[in-house]
């Protein structure tokens, strides 16, 4: 969406959700692990990784991947408030030059019935976003409101990674 010209290069980093940390250090950490082990195969690069997920009463909750754990997210997530966090590094491998931030968007999902569930899951949407939901398709039905960055939600803060990048050099406009 920025016009910028990219590679996607997956990382093999390991997440820890477990780390004792809170949740916007957590998310800087996971996304500083994902982009130094994506550093590590480009040289003179700037590199760009992220890690999103959710935090909702005192609970990290990541990407569901069966059935069942994606119900039992999407009842705890009904008709309250929670966080999307998502963290993001950019690395100069040239300079060694690194920041790191993490973006907060508040979301407030309604009142979910049971069959709006079931009918969701049965979609397979759910299983491979954090959160059980995306906001980008049918789990936008789900959000009463937000405070913050849509595109945070979506998995990519583009207004504060725009606002980074300046700091490298790199202009969006």
Do not use: C, W
Request: proline share 4%.
């Amino acid at each position: 969406m920025l016009g910028l010209p990219f590679i996607a290069d997956p990382s093999n980093y390991e997440e820890d959700m477990s780390l004792k940390l809170a949740p916007l250090a957590l998310a800087e950490v996971l996304s500083a692990g994902k982009t130094l082990d994506v550093a590590k195969r480009h040289k003179n690069a700037i590199v760009i990784g992220a890690d999103t997920f959710i935090a909702h009463k005192d609970k990290i909750l990541g990407k569901p991947y069966t059935p069942k754990k994606a119900r039992k997210m999407l009842r705890e997530l009904s008709g309250t408030v929670h966080s999307v966090i998502t963290g993001f590094t950019i690395i100069d491998t040239k300079s060694g030059k690194k920041i790191s931030k993490a973006v907060e968007t508040k979301v407030y999902f309604k009142k979910l019935a049971d069959r709006e569930i079931n009918n969701y899951i049965k979609t397979g949407e759910p299983l491979d976003k954090a959160g059980a939901y995306g906001i980008q398709d049918l789990g936008a039905i789900f959000i009463r409101k937000m405070e913050g960055e849509y595109f945070n939600v979506v998995g990519l803060p583009l207004f504060a990674l725009a606002e980074s990048l300046k700091e490298f050099g790199i202009f969006v406009l």
